[in-house]
């Protein structure tokens, strides 16, 4: 068991050309969608509470490309970029946004609630912490069933402090379940800064208390991210049960779009927009001559393009049909 | 007299009761350097420091039981959960503990506790928009009261510091911004008294909370038809006090009941049988019920929309009790 801090070795496809650029492109697509729903917010077009993930881009994507197509994504309202690195449609996630028929989840759940059962996304949950102990579930079920699949968790720091964490990850330890916990440590839940709210502000510590190996990573950079959950994903594949990994990260944007940001100064936020995991990420590209920034730009227009798009598409969709509202209370009424 | 906020009413009344006795202090999430999630706590962790106003991690269990325990040692906590949907987190400190402490070990513990939580919404889907006061009114134990203006909240909130029982303080949402009149001298307003909020004596309807507003904008559609309706704002769920209500449907011989609730087993429902258990030969037609449809709450505007009663189908009930062709011309009369 480990409980050290890890820089993760990097594997031998994270060297492709074509893996490198689609990391580039599932990021800069997240972001696009994201700046393009602020902005849906800001004229109405969405309601209620709006979570954006502006700066978390790397360890969103890290995560969920570490996993096969029939590996399984718990994950909390912060999850659009889950969902678009997932493979999920942007147009019917941001559908979904827009509370139209065509969303991910027809509408009823709005951009906390994202889930599509094909993508293996189990949803995104609202109640924090309490989506934990399900992605357990799913995992016990797996073992139970003699599969090879394994569950990947996600969750912010705040959520390290509910009962429901503890009493989730202690199970998953004892029983040796194939789940991976990923915590995107944004260093804040709401306004709250991890010190001020965690008497152990490094998460990935925790894991001792659960007999599981626990990783502190740079969140911020997609190819340690990616790694670190393959190795915790292949670890939980073979039998070796679950692993706590610490993505430590940043959001460049309020908790939701209601946040007057009393509680942390411009200057520090400042400070972690200059190092943005997406524009690193590119000049990395640049400089290791992966691709010019022409090949680069390009991959940003086609983005440009699926995100309006996306974006045309919700406007255009059907509200849900009134009829409807009965529908989907019980599987048989 | 001055016309301000309900927000700012239960500013006032936290911090004069703070003020007015040390034992008072606040904890819950966000409270205090985000400046609560409602702003209602804003500016208090600056005028009486960390000591009295206390951010707290993600663990509404621990601060239930946490101000329930300080309680039973002679604090008066008011814990925050910042909406009635995470209550659910903690149900077990509110109905295991704070509700039976008193009772179970013969009198000799008091738990003098407030919990503030907010109920309603709008676009918060499933697991954000609950109505949840009457799981807390089914309780012996607890005190339950849910305000509909600026001075009912803030006399209320001021019973409630001073009560030595446990007293769940249900506000709403959509309340915050609205505005009446508030004296400026010290008063408290008494828990367990409802109160009737127009005189009429056509038609009684019973409402709390953002109903309370919505049956008086009903009242004053049905006056443009001749209908004079009295509205009993019931103001505390527990004690209930039925008192007004009968008074009142020994004059008027019809009532509607209204919540935001859901209507099985709702607080429709219990006022219902308490009028015809105490006033049946009063009654000219059946006690009707407004309440949300059954149904989680649609996250899709139009769904949403249709889901939660407001003052139209207030109207349509108080039309129907009296036996009037709902959208038929009214005489005057
Ligand atoms: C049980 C519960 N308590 C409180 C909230 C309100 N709330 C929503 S998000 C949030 C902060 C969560 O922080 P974190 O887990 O760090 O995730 P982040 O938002 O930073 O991604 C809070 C307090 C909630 N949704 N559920
Ligand atoms: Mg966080």
Redesign the pocket.
Known sequence: MSTERQEAVLLPHQQDKDHLLDLYRKMFLIRRFEERAAEAYTQGKIGGFL?LAIGEEAANVGTIVALRDDDDVFT???SHGHALARGMDPGAVMAELFGKTTGVSRGRGGSMHLASLEHHFWGGY?????HIPLAVGMALAHQYRGLDRVVLCI?????VN?GAFHEALNMAGVWKLPVVFAV?N?L???GTAIERSSAVTEVYKRAAAYNMPGRRINGNDVLQVEAAVRDAVERARAGEGPSLLELVTY?FRG?SMADAELYRSKEEVEQYKARDPIVAFRRRLEEQGVADAGALSAIEKEVEDTVEAAVRFAEESPEPDPGTIFDYIYVNP | MADITYREALRQALREEMLRDERVFLLG??IGAYGGSYAVTKGLLEEFGEKRVKDTP?S?TAIIGAAVGAAMDGLRPVAEI?TIN?TL?AIDQVINNAAKIHYMFGGQFRCPLVIRTVGGGRRLAATHSQNLEVLFAHIPGLKVVAPATPYDAKGLLKAAIRDDDPVVFIEHSLLYSTRGPVPDEDYVVPIGVSDIKRRGRDVTIVAYSRMTREALIAAEELAKQGIEAEVVDLRTLRPLDMGPVLDSVARTNRAVVVGEDWRSFGIGAEVAARIQEEAFDELDAPVLRVSQLEVPTPYAANLEKLAFPGSRQIVEACQQVLNIQVGAPVAAG
């Open positions: 979570h909390h309202y912060r609202a109640i924090v912490g309490g969750f912010g720091d705040g959520a509910t995107s944004n804040y839940g709401m959001r908790h | 999430e966000d993600i509404e910042m995470f987190v």
